[in-house]
């Protein structure tokens, strides 16, 4: 059967969705893990499940308070940079995408009053991949891989 709502969305962009929506997912999994992580390296630090309830920004904003404070070096630091970057253009699109309804050629958010054009699927699929490899890249130096082995990010992802 297909979905009321799939007049509206080709066969295309119902995948284009579906692919945004686990990168989105892969990646805020795994920014919760790297935090996982270290707060389990920390003295007398125990795994925390409350850390993969925080937001992204809040996720965000722990590892910008990190490369602040110089805890996050180097390599880390200029991924937690993409990061900052990429997030920031990326959630406003990716929740008009998850929460909002098609309709017509735009995602409305009922929440936001606006809508967000159907035609940028592909742009915000490119900004979702973009932080997946910004994430796994912070992943493996997080467990102890050695930052000239890490690849290097694909190109960053252009209006």
Same mark, same amino acid.
């Given at each position: 059967m297909e979905p009321f709502f799939a007049a509206w969305l #080709? #066969?295309?962009? /119902?995948?284009?969705?579906g692919s945004i929506t686990?990168? &989105?997912? &892969?990646t805020d999994w795994t920014l919760g893990q790297i935090l996982v992580n270290l707060h389990r390296l920390a003295p007398g630090g125990e795994p925390n499940g409350r850390i993969h309830q925080l937001t992204l920004a809040n996720k965000v904003g722990i590892f910008k308070d990190a490369m602040k404070s110089g805890i996050a070096p180097g390599k880390m630091s200029t991924l937690i940079e993409e990061l900052v970057f990429i997030s920031d253009n990326f959630r406003f699109n990716r929740n008009h995408i998850v929460h909002g309804v098609p309709l017509g050629d735009a995602f409305w958010s009922q929440s936001k009053m606006e809508d967000l054009p159907i035609v940028d699927l592909d742009r915000n699929l490119e900004e979702a991949l973009y932080a997946s490899h910004v994430a796994g890249r912070m /992943?493996? /130096? #997080?467990? =102890? =891989?050695?930052?000239?082995h890490i690849p290097a990010l694909p190109p960053r992802p252009t209006d």
């Open positions: #080709s #066969s295309d962009q /119902l995948r284009t969705v686990v990168a &989105w997912a &892969w /992943l493996l /130096l #997080s467990i =102890g =891989g050695e930052g000239d």
